[in-house]
Every structure is written in C-alpha cells, then in structure tokens.
Nanobody
C-alpha cells in the first residue's frame, strides 16, 4: 500500500515536499518513482530512486527543480519540488517498482512496470 501526501495549493515560485508512505511489501527491494497526471494528459514520469545509492533519475523537463529521496528506515519516499510553475499542476502519484538488478533510466520511466501505486496527491500551482 502506498499513501501519497503533501500536495496543496501553492503560488508560482513556491515549493512543496511530497511524501509517500509505504507498507505491505519489502521496501528495500523496490525502486520508488513519482509520476504526475495533469487534466486531459497522460501520466508522465517525474523522478525515481532505486534501492542502490546513486540510482536516481529525473525527467529532463524537471531537472534542477525536483529532488527525490528515500528513507529505508521508515519506508518512505519524498519529492522536493522547488520553483513551481502553473504547468506543474497535476495529481502526483508514487509507485513501487520491483527490480533485482541495476535500475536503468528506461526502466524507471516505464509506468507499466510499477507494481504498486498510491492514490495520488493534488498539486495546484497558481500564477
């Protein structure tokens, strides 16, 4: 089970930190990803962090403005978002991807490979 939180209404230029609490699976065996879906658009990749140090990937369009991290001690994953823009408005989802080998960028970005999804948290950025 995944539970995303931390969304809300923020002005352009502001920051938000999203959290994803997990339970019911061996967190340490999973990579964790964040995706988002804006109204009328497809779900798109935001960021992912593997279970090996250094395995972090970001969408090119968001590099420099977001930072993903995980805390294996409490089975949580986070997404820090800075300098938010109105086009960042979307429902943000966390997902869990099982992998037993090195996490590649293409794998991290493939939503179809994720085993578990949270319910999403809405981020609204006003101009």
């Amino acid at each position: 089970q995944l539970q995303a939180s931390g969304g809300g209404l923020v002005q352009a230029g502001g920051s938000l930190r999203l959290s994803c609490a997990t339970s019911g699976f061996n967190f340490k065996l999973y990579a964790m990803g964040w995706f988002r879906q804006a109204p009328g658009k497809e779900r798109e990749f935001v960021a992912a962090v593997g279970n090996v140090i250094g395995q972090i990937y970001y969408a090119d369009s968001l590099k420099g403005r977001v930072a993903v991290s995980r805390d294996d001690a409490v089975n949580m994953v986070y997404l820090q978002m800075n300098t938010l823009k109105p086009e960042d408005t979307a429902v943000y989802y966390c997902g869990a991807l099982y992998h037993d080998f090195g996490l590649t960028s293409s794998t991290a970005k493939a939503a179809s490979l994720y085993s578990y999804w949270g319910q999403g948290t809405l981020v609204t950025v006003s101009s």
